[in-house]
């Protein structure tokens, strides 16, 4: 099956800097890899996703790469702010399957 | 944007007693809906796929008679664990697929933090 490592598991930036979390996938054959951002208490959130037929996607301060030949994808937030404050978690999905692959979550601290 | 509900949003029990988990897909039909669990500092460990009108199907390690999942609906998944113990303490989260497009990202709900005493 699929096996999504993440890292690092634990990140500290001063706020306004970038932070950046990595994460690779073991399975050729994942072609949908969704980033979620988790708040103390509550469920994951959908934040950015890509699709394995794009290398780049950008929505405002967040940004996600893909590499598909050495597996490995990355999440990119820029100008960090303390509501940044979270743990994000990366995963990988095939899009004929169902099960969502985690990896094991960053948590992020923004340092004001 | 898609919301999945989930309630309650705490609940504490005592041993031996059941609680039952309710997860709605709130503006979105969902033939899958899946239940994870999700431990301090953790993350979330899949326990079971959810079908709407058939059995779910239950990761390995995971005792089906112990999480009862039902699928009733195209909008509403339960889980429901039955004679409670403290190792049940956790915090048990949904997530939701909608049924129309093939690769419609998945929604989650807010989570159920379960505390059995």
């Known amino acids: 099956g699929e096996n999504v490592e993440q890292h690092p598991s634990t990140l500290s930036v001063q706020e306004g800097d970038s932070a950046v979390i990595k994460c690779t996938y073991s399975?050729?054959?994942?072609?949908?890899f969704p980033w979620y951002k988790q708040e103390l208490g509550k469920g994951p959130q959908l934040i950015i996703d890509?699709?394995?037929?794009?290398g780049e996607k950008k929505d405002q301060r967040i940004a996600v790469t893909l590499n598909k030949t050495a597996k490995h994808f990355s999440l990119h937030i820029t100008e960090t702010q303390p509501e940044d404050s979270a743990v994000y978690f990366c995963?990988?999905?095939?899009?004929?399957?169902?099960?969502?692959?985690f990896g094991g979550g960053t948590r992020v601290l923004v340092k004001p | 944007g898609a919301v999945v509900s989930q309630h309650p949003s705490w609940v504490i029990c005592k041993s031996g007693t059941s609680v039952k988990i309710e997860c709605r897909s709130l503006?979105?039909?969902?033939?899958?809906m899946f239940w994870y669990r999700q431990f301090p500092k953790q993350s979330l460990m899949l326990m079971a796929t959810?079908?709407?009108?058939?059995?779910?199907?239950?990761e390995q390690g995971v005792e089906k008679d112990k999480f009862l999942i039902n699928h009733a609906s195209l909008t509403l998944s339960t889980l429901t664990v039955t004679s409670a113990h403290p190792e049940d303490s956790s915090f048990y989260i949904c997530?939701?697929?909608?049924?129309?497009?093939?690769?419609?990202?998945?929604?989650f709900g807010n989570g159920t933090r379960l505390t059995v005493t």
């Open positions: 997530s939701a697929r909608p049924t129309f497009g093939a690769d419609s990202p998945l929604h």
């Open positions: 995963a990988a999905i095939k899009a004929a399957g169902n099960k969502l692959t």
């Open positions: 959810s079908n709407e009108g058939s059995k779910a199907t239950y």
């Open positions: 890509i699709r394995s037929n794009v």
């Open positions: 399975d050729s054959a994942s072609n949908y």
């Open positions: 503006d979105f039909q969902a033939t899958t």
